[in-house]
């Protein structure tokens, strides 16, 4: 009835080329330049993930700062699960973060 779970041992090429000394020196210098374009308060930085499939929730998010005057706009990074997303977000002056590899709209199709 339940099968054991097999971890390997040696990371996947996938993980591989996401963790090369390459591709993180690549994406920490475009957080960088993102985050030196957005406008902190205090040096305060919300990061939250989201995915299309949860755009409600930050929108839900962004309708209450906005009641409170709080400018969520200019500390909030979001890490882009999916394009679509990513699109949304830059399109409304949302710091957007996005790895092409990554496309986890309904992250239910992929992992159940």
Not at 23 to 44: E, T, W
Not at 70 to 92: F, M, N, Q
Request: aromatic residues 8%; hydrophobic residues 45%; charged residues 20%.
């Amino acid at each position: 009835m339940f099968r054991w779970t097999v971890y390997r041992r040696e990371p996947g090429p996938v993980f591989g080329a996401f963790a090369a000394p390459q591709a993180v020196a690549r994406r920490r210098a475009h957080l960088r330049r993102l985050i030196g374009r957005m406008k902190l308060v205090d040096n305060l930085i919300v990061v939250m993930l989201a995915n299309s499939g949860a755009s409600d929730l930050l929108s839900n998010f962004a309708c209450r700062c906005a009641r409170r005057g709080i400018d969520w706009r200019g500390g909030t990074l979001v890490y882009a699960l999916d394009t679509a997303l990513h699109r949304r977000l830059k399109e409304s002056g949302v710091a957007s973060y996005h790895l092409p590899t990554v496309e986890l709209a309904q992250p239910s199709e992929n992992f159940g």
